[in-house]
């Protein structure tokens, strides 16, 4: 059962919160009382009865607990699968975040050379000399774009013509977007995105599709351009005199080709695109798998989780949880193969959950061994071991305010909240080579503040059961996904509209029987401006019995296939196991997960 509505159970059975019901009590079955009563006081106060209803040890039926029937479980409450984190388990409509290419062995460095160079291993040659390149500076973007014509010239021209500019990282006079490439060419200087700003403009005029791209990664914050080829579609990374061509990546989205080059990143923001006359600003952001491992256990462990350990072909994670659930420990050694530079990570934290509230807190740290820098220009990998701590909070309000049965029509209206703030820092270096706190980089890069509300309707009906009885709910949701972070981002850099995303989920869910529960539901998105939501529509289908789940993800961009269980063995302890397949269908990835757990679940 959801933790929420264990809550309201236990509320309604002790309405003194310090009461407790004693064996012989007409409200306590007495083969309920084994599974409830943990202190062994022949007794079952509040937090025993909602510590047994969220694990499904008994079932409050007329006003009576009693023991839960193996063959009523309430499917649709049980937890998707043993490695779930946080207050509020990841929604099923989240885009996948998966790695490019083969991130231990990115891609060197192709450098751009003049026209009469002869080109060496990792080297191409540009349509200019030195001269001719020389003559092209202090020319306006319609000169420019006539005579600019490939990836190679663009590079040549940023490399020769456009010199770094130090003063603006200081003083950004008022524009922390890029400068337009107007601005840029009368300036004749620039730092990284208003260069990449140019370079896309150039590549746009010249018919191809190009964009500019920021990104945050361990001790690096920067931006290049991805362009695409004009015949095979594939994309390409420009960064100033060098190139990683479309024929080199075989990237198939500009996200995708970043990820190749720069496989540590942890966080990419896309920028807007409004010719060479207007600037850039921040109007969209990726999180990355490696952030997602950072952010995941940032939350803690799940309510539904005990004592115990998962192992996955990803991660190893333990966790202590205490009776009364207040206080949960975590510890988590990262060995997912995809994630070469965070393998090896170890992570540590501890939680402090105020069930009452919906809250809770929690502090931690950790120290990645195989953390990489590379280099921006030779792409070269500069390991140096990363310790980081965090401090996070969280509030799950799945019924925050709720009107039911309106006038009578069995109609519900609910309101609900999930808000997830994490500051994570790491450390870096200086150019003394001195340990500092890397905010820009990965600070950045894994620190969020998310608020997501919804408004659901609802209406439960009797389809199966003959006695009327309600066994299937249908229900609309529609939810919004604030990221602060990108709206700070995006205002701070000169956006002027309101980056958040909207959505509409629907389904019914279903019991047909004591043993087969179904599900089927809906997502459509309205305005989508991260990949914490699916960027097209989504359907979802679950099948559930007692002991074990199927579901389905299916839409254009990407699909999931899953398979969980859950069983007690006794009274203490329960197995958990799962097996699921991710596929973006437009990188053509796939990522399989499998795992198992074994929890105490009470002492």
């Given at each position: 059962m959801e933790l929420q509505k264990a809550r309201e159970l236990a509320a309604t059975m002790f309405p003194d919160p310090k009461g407790k019901i004693a064996l012989g009590d007409k409200r306590l079955d007495v083969t309920a009382l084994a599974m409830a009563d943990t202190n062994h006081d022949f007794k079952v106060d509040k937090d025993e009865l909602i510590d047994a209803l969220v694990n499904d040890r008994v079932q409050v039926v007329n006003n009576r607990i009693s023991k839960m029937d193996a063959a009523i479980i309430p499917f649709a409450d049980r937890g998707a699968r043993p490695e779930e984190a946080g207050l509020r388990p990841t929604p099923w409509f989240q885009a996948p975040s998966l790695v490019g290419g083969d991130p231990k062995y990115p891609p060197g460095a192709v450098s751009v050379i003049n026209k009469s160079g002869t080109p060496g291993d990792n080297q191409i040659n540009s349509n200019y000399t030195y001269g001719q390149m020389n003559d092209l500076k202090g020319k306006d973007f319609a000169t420019l774009s006539g005579k600019l014509n490939t990836a190679a010239d663009v590079a040549h021209y940023l490399d020769q013509n456009v010199p770094y500019d130090y003063a603006r990282l200081d003083d950004s006079e008022g524009n922390l977007g890029s400068w337009s490439s107007n601005e840029v060419l009368q300036r004749g200087t620039g730092v990284c995105r208003d260069q990449h700003a140019l370079a896309r403009d150039l590549l746009k005029a010249n018919g191809y599709d190009a964009v500019l791209l920021g990104y945050a990664a361990s001790d690096q914050s920067h931006a290049v351009t991805a362009y695409q080829d004009k015949a095979t579609g594939k994309w390409g990374i420009l960064e100033y005199g060098t190139v990683y061509p479309p024929e080199q990546l075989q990237a198939n989205t500009a996200e995708e080709a970043l990820l190749m080059v720069r496989p540590a990143t942890l966080a990419i923001t896309q920028m807007s695109d409004n010719g060479p006359g207007e600037r850039s600003h921040v109007e969209g952001i990726m999180y990355t798998r490696a952030s997602r491992v950072y952010e995941n256990f940032m939350r803690g462990p799940s309510p539904y989780a005990g004592s115990g350990v998962q192992v996955t072909n990803t991660g190893i994670t333990g966790q202590v949880v205490s009776n009364d659930r207040k206080w949960s420990g975590g510890m988590q050694v990262v060995t997912d193969?995809?994630?070469?530079?965070?393998?090896?990570?170890?992570?540590?934290?501890?939680?402090?959950?105020?069930?009452?509230?919906?809250?809770?807190?929690?502090?931690?740290?950790?120290?990645?061994?195989?953390?990489?820098?590379?280099?921006?220009?030779?792409?070269?990998?500069?390991?140096?071991?990363?310790?980081?701590?965090?401090?996070?909070?969280?509030?799950?309000?799945?019924?925050?305010?709720?009107?039911?049965?309106?006038?009578?029509?069995?109609?519900?209206?609910?309101?609900?909240?999930?808000?997830?703030?994490?500051?994570?820092?790491?450390?870096?270096?200086?150019?003394?080579?001195?340990?500092?706190?890397?905010?820009?980089?990965?600070?950045?890069?894994?620190?969020?503040?998310?608020?997501?509300?919804?408004?659901?309707?609802?209406?439960?009906?009797?389809?199966?059961?003959?006695?009327?009885?309600?066994?299937?709910?249908?229900?609309?949701?529609?939810?919004?996904?604030?990221?602060?972070?990108?709206?700070?981002?995006?205002?701070?850099?000169?956006?002027?509209?309101?980056?958040?995303?909207?959505?509409?989920?629907?389904?019914?869910?279903?019991?047909?029987?004591?043993?087969?529960?179904?599900?089927?539901?809906?997502?459509?998105?309205?305005?989508?401006?991260?990949?914490?939501?699916?960027?097209?529509?989504?359907?979802?289908?679950?099948?559930?019995?007692?002991?074990?789940?199927?579901?389905?993800?299916?839409?254009?961009d990407q699909a999931a296939y899953d398979v969980s269980s859950q069983v007690a063995l006794g009274k203490h302890f329960q197995l958990g196991a799962f097996a699921c397949v991710q596929q973006d269908k437009v990188t053509k990835q796939v990522d399989p997960r499998v795992g198992v757990s074994l929890s105490l679940v009470n002492f």
């Amino acid at each position: 059962m959801e933790l929420q509505k264990a809550r309201e159970l236990a509320a309604t059975m002790f309405p003194d919160p310090k009461g407790k019901i004693a064996l012989g009590d007409k409200r306590l079955d007495v083969t309920a009382l084994a599974m409830a009563d943990t202190n062994h006081d022949f007794k079952v106060d509040k937090d025993e009865l909602i510590d047994a209803l969220v694990n499904d040890r008994v079932q409050v039926v007329n006003n009576r607990i009693s023991k839960m029937d193996a063959a009523i479980i309430p499917f649709a409450d049980r937890g998707a699968r043993p490695e779930e984190a946080g207050l509020r388990p990841t929604p099923w409509f989240q885009a996948p975040s998966l790695v490019g290419g083969d991130p231990k062995y990115p891609p060197g460095a192709v450098s751009v050379i003049n026209k009469s160079g002869t080109p060496g291993d990792n080297q191409i040659n540009s349509n200019y000399t030195y001269g001719q390149m020389n003559d092209l500076k202090g020319k306006d973007f319609a000169t420019l774009s006539g005579k600019l014509n490939t990836a190679a010239d663009v590079a040549h021209y940023l490399d020769q013509n456009v010199p770094y500019d130090y003063a603006r990282l200081d003083d950004s006079e008022g524009n922390l977007g890029s400068w337009s490439s107007n601005e840029v060419l009368q300036r004749g200087t620039g730092v990284c995105r208003d260069q990449h700003a140019l370079a896309r403009d150039l590549l746009k005029a010249n018919g191809y599709d190009a964009v500019l791209l920021g990104y945050a990664a361990s001790d690096q914050s920067h931006a290049v351009t991805a362009y695409q080829d004009k015949a095979t579609g594939k994309w390409g990374i420009l960064e100033y005199g060098t190139v990683y061509p479309p024929e080199q990546l075989q990237a198939n989205t500009a996200e995708e080709a970043l990820l190749m080059v720069r496989p540590a990143t942890l966080a990419i923001t896309q920028m807007s695109d409004n010719g060479p006359g207007e600037r850039s600003h921040v109007e969209g952001i990726m999180y990355t798998r490696a952030s997602r491992v950072y952010e995941n256990f940032m939350r803690g462990p799940s309510p539904y989780a005990g004592s115990g350990v998962q192992v996955t072909n990803t991660g190893i994670t333990g966790q202590v949880v205490s009776n009364d659930r207040k206080w949960s420990g975590g510890m988590q050694v990262v060995t997912d193969e995809r994630l070469p530079y965070l393998k090896g990570a170890v992570m540590v934290g501890a939680w402090r959950n105020f069930d009452n509230g919906g809250f809770r807190v929690g502090v931690g740290g950790g120290y990645v061994p195989n953390n990489t820098e590379h280099l921006i220009g030779s792409n070269d990998p500069m390991k140096k071991g990363m310790g980081f701590a965090f401090v996070a909070a969280e509030e799950f309000h799945p019924d925050m305010i709720k009107v039911k049965d309106i006038k009578g029509s069995g109609v519900n209206v609910t309101v609900g909240s999930h808000t997830s703030a994490q500051v994570m820092v790491g450390t870096g270096r200086d150019g003394d080579d001195k340990i500092r706190a890397d905010i820009e980089g990965t600070g950045l890069g894994t620190s969020s503040l998310k608020w997501n509300p919804s408004l659901t309707v609802d209406r439960g009906f009797s389809l199966w059961n003959k006695e009327g009885h309600k066994d299937t709910r249908a229900f609309a949701t529609y939810g919004l996904g604030v990221d602060a972070g990108l709206l700070a981002a995006h205002y701070m850099t000169g956006g002027r509209s309101f980056p958040i995303n909207q959505y509409v989920v629907g389904g019914v869910q279903t019991q047909a029987t004591k043993w087969l529960g179904l599900s089927a539901s809906a997502y459509v998105p309205i305005q989508n401006v991260s990949n914490d939501f699916a960027a097209k529509p989504l359907a979802r289908f679950d099948v559930m019995t007692p002991y074990v789940r199927f579901g389905t993800t299916q839409g254009k961009d990407q699909a999931a296939y899953d398979v969980s269980s859950q069983v007690a063995l006794g009274k203490h302890f329960q197995l958990g196991a799962f097996a699921c397949v991710q596929q973006d269908k437009v990188t053509k990835q796939v990522d399989p997960r499998v795992g198992v757990s074994l929890s105490l679940v009470n002492f």
